[in-house]
């Protein structure tokens, strides 16, 4: 029984040991939309990055190339209205736009998976194009000199070198969307944030409830951080290696120590 009076970790340990299952299945919902949301944005990022780059020349059809321009045209809108507009404002737009326009009634979890995807593609798709820009143009031309489509170029030579680069930014994705997801509260979906509002506003203390939600986030995105890193040290393999910590550039002697790669 909560009294009054009690001290703020007694009120903490109260919320902890009273709504620990709701706030459990908070974490959990925050994850589920995390992970999807995060997955398909980057199939969406892909694709889009994939289109945007394909060449269009003075060979290519006439036809094809004002085709490519209409579809490019929608995908740079989609890119840059999804890229310039917050979360929060996307989510009330699409949850009751959709109703109030096209009479679609969707539940507030299948908005939430729908609008963490679709904002996440746009951000995926820029980063895509960066990594497929990256990649030197002579291995381009190499892999068409060969008589190579630029179907197979992109799938056998570009892309298995660009998903190397833009993984850092998948993570990142994904723990930006981990914190982002607390938005969707606007449209009733039950995640971490909207089930400890509900929590603190039984017994107005937010300070205490939300401490608690703060430690929760903090555990879901170092642990989602600590896994990426492990993820892109397997890829790596041998060639992976640590940046010298900036307090341990210089030793006693005056010389920068060399760190060995690590060997797997």
């Known amino acids: 029984m909560a009294t009054a009076d009690q001290s703020f970790f007694g009120w903490v340990w109260f919320f902890f040991n009273e709504y620990w299952p ?12 995390a992970l999807v949301g995060t997955l398909i944005g980057c199939i969406i990022g892909l694709l889009v990055g994939i289109v945007q780059t394909i060449p269009v020349d003075s060979k290519t059809n006439p036809i094809l190339k004002v085709l490519y321009k209409i579809i490019r045209a929608v995908l740079t809108a989609y890119v840059e209205v999804f890229r310039g507009t917050p ?15 096209f009479q679609i009634d969707m539940t507030p979890m299948f908005a939430g998976f729908f609008i963490v995807s679709i904002n996440t593609g746009a951000y995926m798709a820029e980063t895509v194009r960066g990594g497929i820009s990256s990649i030197d143009v002579g291995q381009t031309e190499g892999a068409k000199s060969i008589g190579m489509t630029h179907f197979q170029t992109m799938t056998y030579v570009v892309l298995p070198q660009a998903m190397r680069n833009i993984l850092p930014q998948i993570g990142n994705n994904l723990i930006i969307n981990i914190k982002d997801t607390s938005v969707l509260s606007v449209i009733s979906v039950t995640e971490l944030f909207f089930t400890g509002k509900s929590a603190a506003g039984v017994y107005y203390r937010y300070f205490e409830v939300f401490f608690i939600i703060c430690v929760i986030y903090f555990i879901m995105t170092f642990a989602c951080s600590r896994i990426l890193r492990w993820m892109e040290k397997k890829i790596d393999g041998s060639d992976y290696y640590d940046l010298v910590p900036t307090d341990h550039l210089i030793d006693p002697c005056g010389h920068v120590p060399i760190k060995p790669r690590r060997k797997f």
Not at 22 to 33: E, F, H, N
Not at 87 to 101: D, H, K, N, R
């Open 22 to 33: 709701q706030l459990l299945k908070g974490a959990g919902v925050t994850l589920l939309l």
């Open 87 to 101: 979360m929060i404002v996307q989510a009330m737009v699409i949850y009751y736009g959709s109703m109030a326009l």
